[in-house]
């Protein structure tokens, strides 16, 4: 589970690093316009984290590994769409796809806390922590190296790798599903 948060903050972090000169190369947005947008869709995505999360959770009974597994769904199509679909509209489309995207680090960090016993969560969440603090800085150089190369035949690339890496924690959550989740409902 550690591994698949360092990736999953590496896409997170990674993309955002580069997504104004993205913005601003492929749809000719300007700094204010672009700030505009990120504000409002910052505001929607945490509305619409609110209303869905207790939704869920209570209404659907997903359980953390399911939830998260939305939530890389979310990204993974969201990032999709963004990279592939190099128009304004595609922004905006991925947007909405995106706004569960958040509940995966919740999730995982949820299930982790149920995983390991009380006296060591504080040593396991220090070292979530650190590998957290630390994967932005190696996803910063990494993206915006494969931008700036991709930028004038295919700006989108450093999305759709993104959404590639994303599909590790993907595998990992729905085998942890599949293999111990159910494991644990069954007895």
């Not at 128009?87 to 905006?92: D, E, F, H, N, V």
């Not at 070292?127 to 931008?147: D, K, N, Q, R, W």
């Amino acid at each position: 589970m550690f591994m698949t948060m360092c990736v999953i903050v590496m896409s997170f972090q990674g993309t955002s690093k580069i997504q104004f000169q993205f913005v601003e190369k492929l749809y000719l947005w300007s700094p204010t316009y672009y700030s505009n947008i990120k504000s409002i869709s910052s505001i929607v995505n945490s509305v619409l984290m609110t209303i869905s999360m207790p939704l869920i959770v209570t209404k659907l009974r997903l359980l953390d590994i399911q939830v998260a597994i939305l939530g890389l769904v979310s990204h993974i199509s969201k990032h999709i769409v963004v990279g592939s679909y190099q128009q304004p509209i595609g922004y905006y489309i991925s947007v909405a796809i995106g706004s569960v995207s958040g509940m995966v680090s919740v999730a995982i960090r949820s299930k982790m806390s149920k995983l390991v016993k009380k006296e060591e969560l504080g040593k396991v969440f220090s070292l979530l922590s650190t590998l957290e603090s630390v994967s932005p800085l190696l996803a910063s150089l990494v993206f915006t190296f494969i931008f700036e190369w991709s930028l004038d035949f295919f700006p989108g690339l450093t999305y759709e790798i993104s959404a590639a890496l994303m599909i590790v924690p993907l595998i990992a959550m729905v085998w942890i599903d599949v293999t111990i989740d159910s494991k644990l409902l069954v007895t």
